[in-house]
């Protein structure tokens, strides 16, 4: 894929996971897909467990806002640095700067994404 191509597609992630159904943001990734976020807890494998893992977490979000900073794609992966801005429903702002390593298998599905930030900062919003 492109450069220009991971943009869109990238943007359109993180648009998904966040505003609308854990349906459309799994279908975003291979039926078998893969989803470490962040990289050192439990992987994410299939479909089911990423909508899980959405169902959880977006109850505590008010609202959230993506830039995709930079994007180096190579053959049928990229490395995104992105920068997140959220609200918590309790009122915490949340700042995080991000890597993220995207993979991208058959019909430019996600068979993997692993996902490098400060863990603590996640903690704000699962507490």
Known sequence: MTEAEVRQFVERYFHTAFNDTEEAFAALFTP?????????????RGRK???GFLRAAKPKIERASVQVREIM??????AVRWSLDLRTRKGDHVAIEGIGNFAFGEQRQLRLVREFYDV????????
């Open 73 to 78: 794609a190579c053959g049928d992966e990229s």
């Open 49 to 51: 467990a990423i909508i």
């Open 120 to 127: 603590e900062l996640l903690r704000k919003i699962t507490a």
């Open 32 to 44: 078998e897909g893969v989803l470490e976020d962040p990289v050192g807890t439990p992987p994410l």
